[in-house]
Protein backbone atom coordinates (compact mmCIF):
# COMPACT_ATOMS: atom_id res chain seq x y z
CA UNK A 1 0.00 0.00 0.00
CA UNK A 2 0.94 3.47 -1.05
CA UNK A 3 -0.09 6.73 -0.40
CA UNK A 4 1.57 9.58 -2.12
CA UNK A 5 0.02 13.36 -1.22
CA UNK A 6 0.10 16.72 -3.36
CA UNK A 7 -0.89 20.06 -3.76
CA UNK A 8 0.84 21.58 -0.96
CA UNK A 9 2.54 24.91 -0.93
CA UNK A 10 2.38 28.76 -0.03
CA UNK A 11 -0.54 30.92 0.00
CA UNK A 12 -1.58 34.24 1.31
CA UNK A 13 -4.11 34.35 4.38
CA UNK A 14 -7.18 33.78 3.13
CA UNK A 15 -6.15 32.14 0.04
CA UNK A 16 -7.06 28.59 -0.68
CA UNK A 17 -5.20 25.25 -1.47
CA UNK A 18 -6.42 21.92 -2.75
CA UNK A 19 -4.10 18.78 -1.17
CA UNK A 20 -4.98 15.20 -2.98
CA UNK A 21 -3.87 11.85 -1.83
CA UNK A 22 -3.40 9.08 -4.34
CA UNK A 23 -3.92 5.57 -3.05
CA UNK A 24 -2.39 2.36 -4.41
CA UNK A 25 -2.55 -1.16 -3.62
CA UNK A 26 -6.07 -1.35 -1.70
CA UNK A 27 -9.02 0.32 -0.46
CA UNK A 28 -9.84 1.62 3.10
CA UNK A 29 -13.50 2.08 4.96
CA UNK A 30 -12.02 5.86 5.70
CA UNK A 31 -9.58 8.03 5.05
CA UNK A 32 -8.23 11.01 7.01
CA UNK A 33 -6.01 14.20 6.81
CA UNK A 34 -3.81 15.12 9.45
CA UNK A 35 -1.34 17.90 10.01
CA UNK A 36 1.96 18.70 12.41
CA UNK A 37 3.12 22.01 12.71
CA UNK A 38 7.13 22.42 14.27
CA UNK A 39 7.31 21.92 17.58
CA UNK A 40 4.02 20.79 17.88
CA UNK A 41 2.33 17.06 18.12
CA UNK A 42 0.28 15.68 14.82
CA UNK A 43 -3.48 16.47 15.11
CA UNK A 44 -6.27 15.60 13.25
CA UNK A 45 -7.65 17.33 10.78
CA UNK A 46 -10.38 15.75 8.80
CA UNK A 47 -12.00 11.78 8.33
CA UNK A 48 -14.55 10.45 5.67
CA UNK A 49 -16.17 7.20 5.31
CA UNK A 50 -16.31 5.63 1.85
CA UNK A 51 -19.96 5.89 1.06
CA UNK A 52 -18.85 10.04 2.29
CA UNK A 53 -21.79 9.44 4.59
CA UNK A 54 -19.45 10.24 7.43
CA UNK A 55 -17.57 12.88 7.97
CA UNK A 56 -15.54 14.98 10.70
CA UNK A 57 -13.53 17.76 11.11
CA UNK A 58 -11.34 19.82 13.68
CA UNK A 59 -13.60 22.04 15.25
CA UNK A 60 -10.97 25.15 14.07
CA UNK A 61 -11.42 24.00 10.43
CA UNK A 62 -15.18 23.78 10.13
CA UNK A 63 -16.34 25.57 7.14
CA UNK A 64 -12.87 26.03 6.16
CA UNK A 65 -11.69 23.04 4.72
CA UNK A 66 -13.88 20.16 3.31
CA UNK A 67 -12.61 16.64 2.76
CA UNK A 68 -13.98 14.37 -0.46
CA UNK A 69 -12.98 11.17 -1.87
CA UNK A 70 -12.99 9.53 -5.32
CA UNK A 71 -13.40 5.37 -5.07
CA UNK A 72 -13.04 5.25 -8.62
CA UNK A 73 -9.83 6.76 -8.33
CA UNK A 74 -9.26 5.74 -4.90
CA UNK A 75 -7.97 9.27 -4.34
CA UNK A 76 -9.17 11.61 -1.16
CA UNK A 77 -8.95 15.35 -1.16
CA UNK A 78 -9.04 18.81 1.00
CA UNK A 79 -10.39 21.66 -0.19
CA UNK A 80 -8.78 24.01 2.08
CA UNK A 81 -10.30 27.35 1.76
CA UNK A 82 -9.91 30.96 4.29
CA UNK A 83 -6.70 29.41 4.80
CA UNK A 84 -4.88 31.10 8.09
CA UNK A 85 -1.77 31.22 9.13
CA UNK A 86 -2.10 28.78 12.15
CA UNK A 87 -3.15 26.38 9.09
CA UNK A 88 0.54 25.99 8.44
CA UNK A 89 1.63 22.68 8.72
CA UNK A 90 3.25 19.83 6.94
CA UNK A 91 -0.28 17.48 5.87
CA UNK A 92 -0.22 13.74 5.82
CA UNK A 93 -3.13 11.59 4.69
CA UNK A 94 -3.65 8.30 5.95
CA UNK A 95 -5.49 4.84 6.36
CA UNK A 96 -5.95 1.83 8.18
CA UNK A 97 -7.50 -1.18 7.78
CA UNK A 98 -8.41 -0.80 11.31
CA UNK A 99 -10.62 2.14 11.97
CA UNK A 100 -13.94 2.85 12.63
CA UNK A 101 -15.92 5.41 13.49
CA UNK A 102 -14.71 5.96 16.88
CA UNK A 103 -11.39 5.96 16.67
CA UNK A 104 -11.45 7.29 13.37
CA UNK A 105 -9.77 10.62 14.72
CA UNK A 106 -7.22 9.40 16.47
CA UNK A 107 -3.46 8.81 14.66
CA UNK A 108 -2.74 5.34 15.77
CA UNK A 109 -5.58 3.96 14.11
CA UNK A 110 -3.57 4.72 11.18
CA UNK A 111 -1.49 1.87 9.52
CA UNK A 112 -0.54 3.96 6.48
CA UNK A 113 0.87 7.10 5.82
CA UNK A 114 1.70 9.84 3.11
CA UNK A 115 4.85 11.23 2.89
CA UNK A 116 3.48 14.81 3.76
CA UNK A 117 3.07 17.53 1.81
CA UNK A 118 4.00 21.20 3.46
CA UNK A 119 1.30 24.26 3.08
CA UNK A 120 2.35 28.19 4.36
CA UNK A 121 0.01 30.18 5.06
CA UNK A 122 1.31 33.57 5.43
CA UNK A 123 -0.08 37.03 7.11
Known amino acids: VQLQASGGGLVQAGGSLRLSCAIS??????MAWFRQAPGKEREFVAT????????HYLDSVKGRLTVSRDNTKNTVALQMDSLKPEDSAVYYC???????????????????WGQGTLVTVSS
Open 94 to 112: AAGAGVILSNSASASAYDY
Open 25 to 30: GRTFRY
Open 48 to 55: ISRSGASI
